[in-house]
């Protein structure tokens, strides 16, 4: 018989940090506000919720690997959004972005998940932030919940 993994979404002892960046801030905090619902609303304790705040997505990989291989916590959500612009910051940032969260998980042993936005528009941040398209910081959780959980069953 096949065996087979799968992680709930019980946020109950979990301890997770959440790394926002400051810049577009009128969405990173919307992104906060769905990450929290979602934390609570799964179970999760606010006291096991730490919030660090950074200038900007690029920032975000750093803090990330910093607070991952600190062993506090279970997982670590990274929220930001980089929206496009009339140069090419945006894709040097987003990328960056991108290879720094993935290497911090990697590097760590610890779930960082990529919970930043990259839209051609304010209004596809909007969308995203919790209004037409959800709210991807609740995305977020709910991956690190999984994550997390199948890193505890997998040891």
């Known amino acids: 018989m096949v065996k087979e993994i799968n992680g709930t979404l019980e946020g109950k002892d979990k301890r997770f940090a959440v790394v926002v960046s400051r810049f577009n801030s ?68 987003a990328s960056e972005a991108a290879k720094g969260v993935a290497q911090a998980a990697l590097s760590s042993g610890v779930p960082v998940i990529f919970g930043i936005l990259t839209t051609e528009t304010i209004e596809q941040a909007v969308e995203r932030a919790g209004t037409k398209a959800g709210n991807r910081g609740w995305d977020a959780i709910i991956s690190a919940l999984e994550m997390a959980d199948l890193m505890k069953q997998i040891g």
């Not at 600190?70 to 090419?88: F, H, N």
């Open 26 to 93: 009128f969405i990173t905090e919307r992104l906060l506000e769905g990450a929290l619902d979602c934390f609570t609303r799964h179970g999760g304790g606010e006291e096991n919720l730490t919030v660090v705040r950074v200038p900007g997505s690029f920032e975000t990989p750093f803090v990330a690997a910093k607070l991952a291989k600190s062993g506090a916590y279970d997982a670590v959500v990274c929220l930001g959004a980089i929206i496009r612009g009339s140069t090419s910051h945006y894709d040097l940032v």
